[in-house]
């Protein structure tokens, strides 16, 4: 089956634009998460959904970042205005389920780079 | 509280040796401790997860040891090989309707000399 699929890869923006980023889950996961992973650090969960619902958002800069799921399936993770300490990696993941469905797969991630 | 402790940093060992890896946490609503490699430029991919109700689970030179009354668990890679070279993180997960929530280490990199 296909893997989780992001893009852009690569990004470089300067400080207080905006910029957004797209993910495509595993055809039919119905959790999808977002992590912003900080150099040297590990994956730091922003947001996640339930189909298109927002179950946990409690980590997520919600005065510069929102994020949205259409129609359950794929997803956008907008930053507006960005900041210098917005570098870092956007990955999405994604899980079919509970139990033995427990894995989560990860896109390749976004590097985004603001200056 | 929702912590997850990950060390050493950084690792480096010679090829054939064993790699360990030792994470802790404090949560004891977590319920699923899987580990994750991560090579550059790619994103995390399970390597082998375990539940608190077992000690030990080996798949191939990957074991996970769990010792739930300290709250700790490690990774142990035998046989270390170069291509075993990334960065590994341990996570866990709450239980309950977190759908899935997980706390990730601090993460390891591990470099294996050949």
């Known amino acids: 089956e296909a893997g989780v699929a992001q893009s852009p890869r690569y990004k470089i923006i300067e400080k207080r634009q905006s910029v957004a980023f797209w993910c495509n889950p595993i055809s039919g996961h119905a959790t999808l998460y977002w992590y912003q992973q900080i150099l040297g650090q590990g994956p730091k969960l922003l947001i996640q959904?339930?189909?298109?619902?927002?179950?946990?958002d409690s980590q997520l800069p919600k005065d510069r970042f929102s994020a949205e799921r259409l129609k359950g399936v794929d997803s956008t993770l907008k930053i507006q205005p960005a900041k210098l300490e917005d570098s870092a990696v956007y990955l999405c993941?994604?899980?079919?389920?509970?139990?033995?469905?427990?894995?989560?797969?990860f896109g390749p991630g976004t590097r985004l780079t603001v200056l | 509280q929702q912590q997850v402790k990950q060390s050493p940093q950084s690792l480096i060992v010679q090829k054939g040796g064993i790699s360990i890896i030792n994470c802790a946490y404090e949560?004891?609503?977590?319920?699923?401790f899987p580990w994750y490699q991560q090579f550059p430029g790619k994103g995390p991919a399970l390597l082998i997860a375990?539940?608190?109700?077992?000690s030990e689970k080996k798949e191939g030179r990957f074991t996970i040891s769990f010792n739930k009354s300290a709250k700790q668990f490690s990774l142990h890679i035998m046989d270390s090989q170069p291509g075993d070279s990334a960065t590994y993180f341990c996570?866990?997960?709450?239980?309950?309707?977190?759908?899935?929530?997980?706390?990730f280490g601090q993460g390891t990199i591990l470099t294996v000399h050949p």
């Open positions: 375990i539940r608190p109700d077992v």
């Open positions: 993941a994604s899980r079919a389920g509970g139990g033995a469905r427990d894995t989560q797969y």
């Open positions: 949560n004891t609503a977590f319920d699923y």
């Open positions: 959904f339930q189909n298109n619902g927002v179950v946990d």
């Open positions: 996570a866990a997960r709450a239980g309950g309707t977190s759908y899935g929530k997980l706390t």
